[in-house]
Every structure is written in structure tokens, then in C-alpha cells.
């Protein structure tokens, strides 16, 4: 079944305890993103990739970063979390061919403490 | 720049009532444009999409859109609403030969269908 994986779906953590939330796709997508959800702003664009090792900030970068290294992976990092960080988080991918076909992922629900 | 703008933060509606939720946007060039659901506790389904073509698109479960250049609207419809429909309804787009693939949302429409 083509789809994009996350994990975990839900994590509280504390304030400075770096993290990571994993994404995978198994589509061989060449694009990928990453979007948070927040109550009223509906989605905004973290980070996003057009290939491995080819990345780029989207509307709202500050305090994440990603990697991809693998085709397949986008892994989002919190290096020093903080309480305005708590937010739905999705992941998601699309073939350059076609950009309209996005997949997200279910989502996971980041607590900040 | 492009953006969004879902006009209705929420939308109570009997049962079995019909319902629209709106969406307008704003773009120098051409866009996709989305409609997505998220039901309580659940991640993004895409209820339907435009690319080109008839104006009106039909989605799943009973939903329909239309697309007006003019007014720059892709207004969601449905003809009878269930229980089941109470869920968040976001509009999106995607501007044509955009580098960063970028899908801007709308802050979303909850939609509270009542017995």
C-alpha cells in the first residue's frame, strides 16, 4: 500500500530534550515537506526537500531541521524544544511529475512541556 | 504570494440540512486547488481536487466543488449532510510551476452537523 509513515503519532517531552519525528515514504517520491497544524492557521510549511541532499526552509523553519539522506526518509528534528513548538505535525510526499499528488501521513501530536 | 481564505471559522448545520463551506483565494498565477478533510483525532484525506478542465469537481462521499476563475472561489457543497460529516474542512492550493511544491492552506472550516 503506497503510503507515508510517521512516527511516533504521539509524544510529550520536555523543554531542551531534542527529539526526532521520523517520516517514510514508499512511493520513490523525489519531494517532500513537512507542515504543522495549529489551531486557526491551518497548515504551514516547515521545511521541505526536492531530492536527497536538497533541502530548503519553507514558512516557518525556526527551531527544526531535517535531513535526507535516503530517498525514502525526512526526518524532523527539534534540536532544543520549546512549548511553542506543541502542534499536530504532518509529513508528506509528491512526485515531481505530478505535484498535485500529495500524500500526508497521519500525523503526529507534539507536546511540549 | 499566494494565500487562502477559508471565510467561516465554523458552520453548525442540521441534519440531513445542505451545506457550503467557502474558500477564496489569492494568486498571480494559476493554481491547483484542494479540498481536504480531517475527521476528529485523524490525519488529512483529500475529499477532492481541480486541476483543469469542467469546473464542477466531484469528490467522495457526496461532496462536490466549484471552481470560479472570476471570483476566485472553490466553494465545497453537499446536498444533504450525515453525523458522520462533523469534521474540519481545509482549502488549499498549489500554484502552477511552483519550485517549492508549496500547498497553502486555508485556517479551515469546522463543520458541526447536529441531529
Known amino acids: 500500500e503506497a503510503q507515508v509513515t510517521q512516527n511516533p503519532r504521539y509524544l510529550i517531552t520536555v523543554t531542551g530534550k531534542k527529539l526526532t519525528v521520523t517520516c517514510s515514504q514508499n512511493m520513490n517520491h523525489e519531494y517532500m515537506s513537512w507542515y504543522r497544524q495549529d489551531p486557526g492557521l491551518g497548515l504551514r510549511q516547515i521545511y521541505y526537500s526536492m531530492n536527497v541532499e536538497v533541502t530548503d526552509k519553507g514558512d516557518v523553519p525556526e527551531g527544526y531541521k531535517v535531513s535526507r539522506k535516503e530517498k525514502r526518509n525526512f526526518p524532523l528534528i527539534l534540536e532544543s524544544p520549546s512549548p511553542n513548538q506543541t502542534s499536530l505535525y504532518f509529513c508528506a510526499s509528491s512526485s515531481r511529475d505530478r505535484p498535485y499528488g500529495y500524500t500526508f501521513g497521519s500525523g503526529t501530536r507534539l507536546t511540549v512541556v | 504570494a499566494q494565500s487562502v481564505t477559508q471565510l467561516d471559522s465554523q458552520v453548525p448545520v442540521f441534519e440531513e440540512a445542505p451545506v457550503e463551506l467557502r474558500c477564496n483565494y489569492s494568486?498571480?498565477?494559476?493554481?491547483?486547488l484542494f479540498w481536504y478533510v480531517q475527521y476528529p483525532n485523524q490525519g488529512l484525506q483529500l475529499l477532492l481536487k481541480y486541476l483543469s478542465g469542467s469546473t464542477l469537481v466531484k469528490g467522495i462521499n457526496g461532496f462536490e466543488a466549484e471552481f470560479n476563475k472570476s471570483q476566485t472561489s472553490f466553494h465545497l457543497r453537499k446536498p444533504s449532510v450525515h453525523i458522520s460529516d462533523t469534521a474540519e474542512y481545509f482549502c488549499a492550493v498549489l500554484p502552477y510551476g511552483d519550485s517549492s511544491y508549496k500547498l497553502i492552506f486555508g485556517s479551515g472550516t469546522r463543520l458541526l452537523v447536529r441531529p
Open positions: 494568486s498571480s498565477v494559476s493554481v491547483y
